[in-house]
Antibody, heavy 118, light 110 residues
Framework: EVQLVESGGGLVQPGGSLRLSCAASEFTFRKYAMSWVRQAPGEGLEWVSGISGSGNNIYYADSVQGRFTISRDNSKNTLYLQMNSLRAEDTAVYYC???????????WGQGTMVTVSS | QSVLTQPPSASGTPGQRVTISCSGRNSNIGRKTVNWYQQLPGTAPKLLIY???QRPSGVPDRFAGSKSGTSASLAISGLQSEDEADYFC???????????FGTGTKVTVL
């Protein structure tokens, strides 16, 4: 079964850092673009960042540009999100998603909660 | 405008037809395909419609997507209790160089 499993969430103080990981299984990871999407408590979905299958093309939402870094290790079938200078407004469930046909997010992880609070 | 606009809520009785709109602009819906996601309470979102009107395997044909100009729509026919969920549209935006999600619509089955 195609699966994405996130890890690395938790409680962090404002200004702190956290690194999320997403382990992919049962599909050819290197062939697909991947993204991170977040959802603040009780709110809608917000795309955070995306990376091409090769890792050569990277995109960020304005809200995280300069603070977050997306990367991938195709030898380990793993996607990462390094989050620095965290703010209270970064508090959310972070989902790892696989991009399928025509930019559709066809596979979602279960999500990992990030709480930024003192 | 950095989001796609959806009505906050929609409702219907079992068996009725409900339609959800998604309004954007030329830089997103006007040039790109629209996808729809369903989020059941307490779960991760799931792809419901891709490339404007295509259903992934396993999605009932009660769900239908369409697009015209800078707007898109999701129609749910024969509404069922298990359709009670949040629905989000999404599209790539050429101006922002990123994906945009709709504001979300909560569907209630009365």
């Amino acid at each position: 079964e195609v699966q994405l499993v996130e890890s690395g969430g938790g409680l962090v103080q404002p200004g702190g850092s956290l690194r999320l990981s997403c382990a992919a299984s049962e599909f050819t990871f290197r062939k697909y673009a991947m993204s991170w999407v977040r959802q603040a408590p009780g709110e809608g979905l917000e795309w955070v960042s995306g990376i091409s299958g090769s890792g050569n093309n990277i995109y960020y939402a304005d809200s995280v540009q300069g603070r977050f870094t997306i990367s991938r290790d195709n030898s380990k079938n793993t996607l990462y999100l390094q989050m620095n200078s965290l703010r209270a407004e970064d508090t959310a469930v972070y989902y790892c998603v696989k991009e399928g046909p025509r930019d559709a997010f066809d596979i979602w992880g279960q999500g990992t909660m990030v709480t930024v609070s003192s | 405008q950095s989001v796609l606009t959806q009505p906050p809520s929609a409702s219907g009785t079992p068996g009725q037809r409900v339609t959800i709109s998604c309004s954007g602009r030329n830089s997103n819906i006007g040039r790109k395909t629209v996808n729809w996601y369903q989020q059941l309470p307490g779960t991760a979102p799931k792809l419901l419609i891709y490339t404007n009107d295509q259903r992934p395997s396993g999605v009932p044909d009660r769900f239908a997507g369409s697009k015209s100009g800078t707007s898109a729509s999701l129609a749910i026919s024969g509404l069922q209790s298990e359709d009670e969920a949040d629905y989000f549209c999404a599209a790539w935006d050429d101006s922002l160089n990123g994906f945009l999600f709709g504001t979300g619509t909560k569907v209630t089955v009365l």
